[in-house]
């Protein structure tokens, strides 16, 4: 087991390496000046010569990215253009908010997701299938800002239940929590969506296998054998969740639009729109390093609940 | 008291298939019935109905089945949940099909002991080792704890045999307990079986398609077509003095050295009808070389031969001499 955890963590540096390539070449083959945000139109060449040695876009670029590679393995990605701040800091603040609300979609998600799907998986084709299927449908297909805009009509404006926008006092956990509400269930709605299909999948062909008849064979009720059938459908179902909170961590632009909500796909908004390449840079890197460390932990999770994968 | 009675069972599937169609079978209490044919006649849809392990909303049950006593098809679900295991219990085909595959094969045979007994965790293991042992597993307590898929065919055989044990059935149901497995371990799987059945005073149904692991291990044999006992009888009537013409061509099969041990039934030309749209008559009647007029208007009954030896054939004094059984006989 730890062989093999150390080789699939060695096996993840080319996939960094690549990934950090990749975000560098995106960021760069995109047409547009880089300093036209902080340049005054009217700039004079000089000026605009001095900017550029001083943010090291006069080098070629490999210069330019082993550069940047270099110190972002030290842990410095660079100054952000348009605030002038360290790009770390805001990623990581960013990274932050974004953790908050998409943990707690997926957890949403994945209970209601489940719930769903086991129903719908045990009575195939009875009303309660058709209504989970309808749902999950819906989740995946319904768009997330008009979602999340009835959500704010509904709970803010007309019941008043909860705030519509912001991040709220932070100092207070129980207001902070309110803030999370409203956006992680409208984010929830995608790996409910997609946790619903996959369970619903899982437990009709579980169920469908000559094992439960087996169990059946030893005498066991339907409670006993629904303890086979979760433990059967448990390693791809979590390895499910797992991965949609990875695309949940990329953040929605839109949800975190409608939400005034300072996470990764705000940052990444105002970072695409004002040209702020070493944020762009660095907010992408740090979303793929969570992206791999994630599928990283649902393979080791999923190798150590089934049995059936071979840990070589 | 039989330990099985079967009366004039009938399963149909979806309101057409009729997979078993007044099967009477009755098994004494320490005695193997052998049940062969070909794939697809009934044999399995029976040994399951034992069990009642159909889907309760596509099946339709009729007739009467009692084990030890109990009328099988009258259970509430409670009570059937209770009687699977201790009273009855299966082996199936295809171990690694039954059983599950997350769980290792000590926790499953823990798991039966503990639904139906109220001993400890601690008790239960030595009870699945003690399994272990008796169907004689080596290095038993490292292979309680193995997956099924990390078992050789055989031990898995063993296993299923061991967890099909742990409750002491009276009455133990085998389907095909040996097809899937080599040749060699066929045979040590089957002794063993048959150990088993002394040892523990067992009554068994084994259903299998070969011929000779039926005359090796069973006392009687009873044949299926087409979802019906067509003859059944000794190991000994069956092969010395067989009156049905399908029971003919099977041992025919085997004497012309088709039927190797494991090989399918199949050597009778033809194939079986469907079983949504029998025949009025005899079920074997489009296949059947000795057929006469009526056997394609009523359906044969039982005839009794000697005995227990009972034939489904309108024809069962003289088909057999007309299909050249004395040649087989003599062979
Ligand atoms: N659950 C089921 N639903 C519908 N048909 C079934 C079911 N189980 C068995 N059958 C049909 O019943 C017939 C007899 O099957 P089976 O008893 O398995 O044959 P075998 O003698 O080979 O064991 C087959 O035609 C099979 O397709
Ligand atoms: S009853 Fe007629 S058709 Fe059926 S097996 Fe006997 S001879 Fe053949
Ligand atoms: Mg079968």
Known sequence: MLVYLARRVVYT??????????????????????????????????????????????????????????????????????????????????????????????????????????????YR????????????????????????????????AILGWLPPTGKGDESSLWESFRHMILPAVTMSVIPMGIVARTVRALVADILSQEFVVGLRAKGLTDAGIFRHVVKNAAPTALAVMGLQLGYLLGGSILIETVFSWPGTGFVLNNAIFQRDLPLLQ???????????????LVDMLQTALDPRIQRS | MSAVDIRDLRVTFGGVVRA?????????????????????????????????LHPPRATKMEGTIAVEGRDVLAMTPRALADYRGPIVSMIFQEPLLALDPVYTVGEQIMEIILRHEKVSRKEARARALALFERVRIPSPERRLDAYPHEMSGGMRQRAMIALALACRPKVLLADEPTTALDATVQIQILLLLRELQRDLGLSIIFVTHDLGAAVEVADRIAVMYAGRIVEEGTARELIRNPRHPYTIGLLKSRAHGVMEKGTRLDAIPGAPPDLARLPPGCSFAPRCAAAIESCQIEQPPSFVVEGGHRARCFRWKDAPAQLGAQALGAA
């Open chain 1, 282 to 296: 660095g907010t992408i890197l740090v979303l793929a390093l969570f992206f791999v460390i994630l599928n990283l």
């Open chain 1, 13 to 122: 540096i080319p996939i960094l390496l690549g990934v950090s390539l990749v975000c560098f070449a995106l960021v760069h083959i995109a047409p547009g000046d880089p300093l036209v945000s902080v340049l005054p139109p009217d700039a004079s060449a000089e000026l605009q010569a001095q900017l550029r040695a001083l943010y090291g876009f006069d080098q070629p670029y490999i210069v330019q990215f082993l550069r940047w590679l270099g110190r972002a393995l030290q842990g410095d990605l660079g100054t952000s253009i348009a605030s002038g701040r360290s790009v770390t800091t805001e990623v990581v603040t960013a990274v932050g908010y974004t953790l908050r609300i998409a943990v707690l979609a997926t957890l949403i998600g994945f209970f209601f997701g489940s719930l769903f799907g086991f129903v719908a998986g045990y």
């Open chain 1, 125 to 156: 084709g009875s009303a309660m299938d058709r209504i989970a299927s309808f749902v999950s449908v819906l989740g995946v297909s319904v768009p997330h800002y008009w979602l999340g805009m009835v959500l704010v009509i509904i709970f803010a």
């Open chain 2, 20 to 52: 078993v169609d007044g099967v009477t079978l009755s098994i004494e209490r320490g005695e193997v019935v052998a049940l062969i044919g070909e794939s697809g006649s009934g044999k399995s849809v029976t040994l399951r109905s034992l069990m009642r």
